[in-house]
């Protein structure tokens, strides 16, 4: 499984974008780019899935440059229940999620 | 449609102790898993199941038994409690391979004395 690189921690105002990059440099061919968002005491939420390009859903854009090594998950105008750690997972088939720590995102009033 | 149901939400086990975790769903889901979360950490993954009467070990299986006898139903065996067990268990269901549509349940908190 790809390994993925992504900041521990961001910070952002309300209603402003963030921007979340995660970096996956020896992503295979048939592997695909997942991001899942954990509240706290919650189990995690698949957010959205790509692979290659741009993916929009009602939560949240993906970009995915050309090269794939790298994606960005994209929150528009975030509020306070954004705040949230966020997952970037690299994979294909697998039976087995692979997580890492994370980015924790703090959403500030 | 209650998605993935976990009980009991929160344990506390005496060392040596053994206990089962519950896991069940109902969107007829084939593929059925158990994660651990430690303090700060991503989930990692225990045990594995990709139908009735199939599983396999995961990263971390060690001190963990699991059976499938039914689609619904996942459960997680602890077979003699201690504390570096001491974790939030999360169960996880999906319909197919990959990554996509996975719906974990919300947790079991379990700590061990």
């Known amino acids: 499984l790809a390994k993925t690189t992504q900041p521990i921690s961001m910070d952002s105002y309300e209603g402003q974008e963030v921007n979340i990059t995660c970096s996956h440099n020896n992503i295979a061919t048939n592997d695909y780019i997942t991001w899942y968002q954990q509240f706290p005491s919650q189990g995690p939420r698949f957010i959205i899935q790509?692979?290659?390009t741009k993916v929009t859903n009602e939560v949240a854009s993906l970009f995915i440059p050309a090269d794939r090594k790298s994606s960005t998950l994209s929150l528009p105008r975030v509020s306070l229940s954004d705040t949230a750690v966020y997952y970037c997972l690299v994979g294909a088939g697998s039976y087995q999620l692979t997580f890492g720590k994370g980015t924790k995102l703090s959403v500030i009033p | 449609n209650a998605g993935v149901t976990q009980t009991p939400k929160f344990q506390v086990l005496k060392t040596g102790q053994s206990m089962t975790l519950q896991c069940a769903q109902d969107m007829n889901h084939e593929y059925m898993s158990w994660y651990r979360q430690d303090p700060g950490m991503g989930l990692r993954l225990i045990h594995y199941?990709?139908?009735?009467?199939?599983?396999d070990q995961g990263e971390v299986p060690n001190g963990y038994n699991v059976s499938r006898s039914t689609t619904e139903d996942f459960p997680l065996r602890l077979l003699s409690a201690a504390p570096s067990q001491t974790s939030v268990y999360f169960c996880?269901?999906?319909?197919?391979?990959?990554?996509?549509?996975?719906?974990f349940g919300s947790g079991t908190r379990l700590t061990v004395v």
């Open positions: 199941s990709v139908g009735a009467g199939i599983t």
């Open positions: 996880a269901s999906s319909s197919g391979t990959g990554f996509y549509g996975y719906t």
């Open positions: 790509g692979y290659k």
